[in-house]
């Protein structure tokens, strides 16, 4: 017992470790993937359409990896996804540094966040499928609750230091940065232990047709998950396009002389200042509130004892109030209310905003994440995963797309309310659900008729 603690304490030190290096390089190349774009191009479609490169394989791979994950080696699909993306990262990196023309450039980011996205279709459904195997599973809540908050810690220093080593070293060496912190992440997986052989499948297209059928079977057979995957879906509908774009076109298109103030408030006296400059700094300004809910989320987590039915609460509580949290934006950025506040005012009611969105979805996400991980037998748990992974990720593009045609909609709180109400009149449906969501997570499995 004291040797099978012993290797599952290890594993959780190795997960952490390369977790927290990887996630680092990652935060300093898509800062300089972003920067060397603004820098290179006119417009901002091709840095777009980079970055929708690694959103396409995880929306057309994913039923696919999650079949491949249950069937073969996780740990090598663990280790060889991070050490593709490692290698992609150095040759980007040469490549920026390279006399090739600015179009043979675009295109090598466009196939390298292609190669991404294939990465990440198998990663991240695979070590969220694996991480019941690896660690102890009465503390799969507090040990993952502190790999988030080490990544957020990371997430916010990163963010804080590739500016920096922009200006000073050029994009070279964050890519590059970025790739060895890839390999040396699969090298420190070498070292994860599972605690049994895992055996080869046999793999034809009419086993992966069979499995793919299951996966989806089972899904829709549970209404727990069935739910919760949805609801996941319609988060990211809603909230990813009102926080990247929505939010901001209120602030610089109808806030008038108010928009201005909070665009001053956030004026840096080192960049000259323009809209776009101080529209730029709130929304880091903003993200960083963002993070900093997230990282408090996974410190209270890690810290205080579990209690099954809190969780359970948490998560099925946490979608109902942002739907309520949104309505309420919805009505204070009117112009019929907003004029009575404030610069510092409307600032504190976004800075509220973010921060409580942040941590209730952060709050969401680990518990929903532990509930699979219990729930779901390991057999099927890639392919759970993968689905998930899937219908998130499916409703990014169009949610932009749904939000991007009704920007124009005017004042845009009406539509930031309604949307609020929508999703908390959808989260009222998996309250009815808490009783049987307690019982899978006491008993281990998924109590949900088949």
Aim: aromatic share 14%.
């Amino acid at each position: 017992m004291n040797i099978h603690r012993h290797v599952k304490d290890k594993n959780f030190i190795l997960l952490w470790f390369g977790d927290s290096v990887s996630q680092g390089g990652s935060v300093l190349q898509t800062l300089a993937t972003v920067i060397w774009f603004i820098n290179n191009f006119d417009s901002g479609k091709p840095l777009s359409f980079v970055f929708m490169a690694s959103w396409i394989p995880v929306i057309f791979i994913s039923p696919f990896a999650g079949v491949l994950i249950d069937r073969l080696s996780k740990k090598k699909i663990i280790i060889f996804s991070d050490l593709i993306r490692g290698l992609i990262s150095i040759i980007l990196a040469f490549i920026i540094i390279s006399d090739l023309t600015i179009h043979i450039k675009f295109l090598a980011f466009f196939g390298g966040n292609l190669v991404y996205g294939v990465c990440n279709s198998f990663f991240n459904p695979c070590i969220n499928s694996a991480i019941p195997e690896l660690l102890e599973k009465e503390k799969l809540l507090k040990q993952q609750s502190f790999i988030f908050s080490s990544r957020n810690v990371v997430i916010i220093s990163g963010q804080l230091l590739a500016a920096g080593l922009y200006a000073v070293a050029g994009p070279f060496y964050c890519f590059a940065f970025n790739g060895f912190s890839f390999i040396f992440s699969a090298f420190t997986e070498i070292f994860l232990r599972f605690p049994k052989p895992e055996h080869k499948h046999e793999i034809t297209l009419d086993i992966v047709k069979r499995d793919i059928k299951e996966g989806f079977q089972y899904v829709i057979r549970r209404k727990t998950i069935y739910l919760l995957i949805v609801c996941f879906g319609l988060m990211n509908l809603i909230l990813y396009p009102i926080t990247s774009i929505n939010i901001y076109l209120i602030i610089k298109q109808e806030m008038g002389s108010l928009g201005d103030s909070l665009l001053l408030l956030s004026r840096l006296p080192c960049i000259e200042f323009s809209r776009e400059n101080s529209l730029a700094v709130l929304k880091a300004v903003f993200s960083a509130v963002g993070v900093a809910a997230s990282l408090l989320v996974g410190l209270i987590l890690s810290i205080k004892k579990e209690d099954i039915r809190k969780n359970t609460r948490y998560l099925l509580y946490s979608p109902v109030t942002q739907g309520l949290i949104l309505m309420l934006l919805g009505i204070l950025v009117l112009p019929i209310f907003a004029d009575f506040l404030s610069a510092m005012g409307i600032f504190s009611v976004f800075v509220f905003f973010f921060f409580t969105i942040n941590f209730l979805s952060s709050l969401v996400n680990i518990n929903f994440r532990v509930f699979i991980q219990r729930s779901v037998d390991e057999k099927l748990r890639g392919r759970v995963f993968s689905i998930l992974s899937l219908f998130c990720t499916a409703m990014i593009p169009v949610g932009l797309s749904i939000f991007g045609l009704l920007s124009d909609f005017k004042p845009g709180g009406i539509l930031i309310f309604i949307s609020g109400l929508v999703f908390s009149l959808f989260s009222l449906l998996l309250l009815p659900l808490r009783s049987s969501m307690e019982e899978s997570l006491i008993n281990g499995v998924s109590s949900d008729p088949t």
